[in-house]
């Protein structure tokens, strides 16, 4: 049987349910990528997400070579393109079955249908699997059949139904002879001809991508390899992670999640490390490994959110009634938030860490997205944008899911009084202000009492706004809404 396998976001060859499975399935294997640019863009997918993807494809087209499994790399604008040009591909290259991995945002599940469907007419299957995520989002339910809305229910279903699961790693494919190539560069001169499709790129540059976005993913190795060497190492400060995970001037996170996102790293390969550690339990012995699923587990939660409640990809809050808010429309607060010019010491050296290496600490998302809803009341789809232009690891589910749950309009189970105070997460998680001087150097010179709420100086902005005075306003601007 001839197999073709649609690389997306499960880039790498370890672990890739659908991989493994044509692997299992077929004798000649293919493997096809499709870069839609127009559609990423309208997802706001930002220079770093697309380099990191793009350049984790590269590393993933050497590693299928040694298997000398091809990868083919074609480029339509948008999703509703890609039905008819999977359709001919498969016609020409006489393909049997098509492999992928499920995605869940609304735009991807359409396109996939209408794959499915294109497909059909050739009597070819498509078969997704559940790889992404460790369960099939929607199949976790409450008793009254809907979606969990709450994480710690969801948690518990998930532990009782699924604790005692290994969620063991798949092995990569066997190498094997390939027998696609042959009609390859006849389908391509007709594909090219038709301005259909374009070769990989030698670069992220060539494919028109500045490289790291202004040079901000360099730092970012891409890939594989190196997410799995990030992984080992994250091994040994496992044990730490719940002491340390708060603190952003430490290494205290697996800074995994941008290989998680394009899929250079499995959930599989970091659930298989942390049950290790943790005697094959979720909860409880270590208290690293337990706070490192349980984060896991927030992952999976927003992953099914996305598709038990598809209206969150429609650019709707969770909560309808939250679309009454009367969010300011100043430009000016935007902009200084944006550019880490607010005048809140932690809001801009965790601004300043987004806008030069394209990551956040986790910590620092919560204050900096509390900070933009709650005391410059701006619209949390403006601060998600930003997000998704900026980070490395920019995913709708988790991006959108905790923007959302910053600005109370989302899932949170806590009230929407509460907002965070940024000079108290700053003394209590930053205590000394290391953060703070490695991304404001201008800063350097005070002292850890000053440095959280610096006195007026002439390199500084004074604050663009009074946080007791804004904390009062959201909280109204909420309670008439009538929650
Ligand atoms: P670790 O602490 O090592 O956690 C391991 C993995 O668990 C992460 O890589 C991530 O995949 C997952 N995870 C951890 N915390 C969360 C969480 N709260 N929600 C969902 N998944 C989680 N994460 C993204 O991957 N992409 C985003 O675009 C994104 N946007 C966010 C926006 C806001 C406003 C907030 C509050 C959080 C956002 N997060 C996002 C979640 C979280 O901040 C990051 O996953 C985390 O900081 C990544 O660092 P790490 O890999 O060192 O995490």
Redesign the pocket.
């Known amino acids: 049987k001839r197999g073709l396998v649609w690389l997306r976001n499960d880039l790498r060859v370890h672990d890739n349910t659908a991989l493994y499975r044509a692997d299992r399935g077929c004798e000649a294997l293919a493997a096809v990528y499709i870069a839609c640019p127009e559609t990423w863009a309208s997802h706001g997918d930002g220079d770093n997400v697309v380099a990191m993807r793009l350049r984790s494809l590269q590393v993933m087209q050497d590693a299928l070579a040694k298997k000398h499994i091809s990868l083919y790399f074609l480029e339509v604008p948008t999703f509703d393109r890609v039905p008819e040009l999977l359709k001919q591909l498969v016609e020409k290259l006489e393909v049997e079955a098509l492999f992928a991995n499920a995605e869940y945002p609304v735009n991807e599940l359409e396109r996939d249908q209408a794959v499915r469907a294109a497909l059909r007419t050739l009597r070819v299957p498509v078969e997704y699997s559940t790889d992404r995520t460790l369960i099939p989002p929607g199949s976790l339910a409450t008793n009254s059949g809907d979606g969990f809305k709450v994480f710690t229910p969801f948690k518990r279903a998930f532990i009782a139904r699924h604790g005692d699961e290994s969620f063991a790693p798949l092995p990569a494919p066997s190498a094997r002879p390939q027998a696609h190539r042959d009609q390859w560069p006849e389908w391509i001169a007709l594909a090219s001809e038709n301005n259909l499709v374009r070769s990989i790129p030698k670069t992220v540059g060539d494919y028109g991508v500045a490289p790291g976005g202004r040079g901000r993913v360099l730092q970012w190795h891409a890939g594989e390899p190196a997410g799995r060497k990030l992984l080992q190492d994250?091994e040994a400060r496992l044990p730490d992670?719940e002491a340390c995970?708060d603190f952003p001037a430490i290494n205290g996170?697996?800074?995994?999640?941008?290989y998680?996102?394009c899929g250079a790293v499995s959930?599989r390969q970091?659930v298989q490390l942390a049950l290790e550690e943790n005697g094959g339990r979720w909860v409880g012995r270590g208290e690293g490994a337990s706070s490192?699923l349980n984060?896991?587990i927030?992952?999976e939660?927003?992953q099914h959110l996305v598709v038990n409640y598809p209206k969150v990809c429609r650019n709707k809050p969770f909560k309808p009634e939250t679309e009454r808010v009367p969010w300011s429309r100043s430009e000016k607060d935007f902009k200084a938030w944006c550019d880490g010019e607010t005048g809140v010491p932690i809001v801009d050296a965790a601004m300043a860490q987004l806008n030069q290496t394209g990551?956040?600490?986790?910590r620092l998302?919560?204050v900096?997205?509390s900070f933009l809803t709650k005391n410059l009341l701006i619209d949390w789809r403006r601060?998600?944008r930003y997000?998704?232009q900026q980070?490395v690891?920019?995913?709708?589910?988790?991006?959108n899911?905790?923007?959302q749950?910053?600005a109370s309009t989302g899932t949170d189970a806590a009230p929407y009084f509460r907002v965070f105070n940024p000079y108290s997460q700053s003394k209590r998680f930053d205590a000394e202000g290391k953060f703070i001087r490695r991304f404001l150097p201008q800063l350097r010179g005070l002292s850890a009492k000053d440095i959280h709420c610096p006195p007026p100086l002439e390199s500084y902005p004074l604050p663009i706004c009074n946080v007791t005075e804004s904390r009062k306003r959201a909280i109204e601007a909420f309670a008439n809404l009538k929650l």
């Open positions: 994250f992670y995970r996170t697996s800074r995994l999640s941008p998680l996102n959930v970091c490192w984060e896991l927030w992952r939660f927003y990551w956040m600490h986790n998302r919560m900096v997205a601060g998600e997000f998704m980070l690891d920019a995913d709708f589910a988790a991006n899911g905790g923007w749950w910053a």
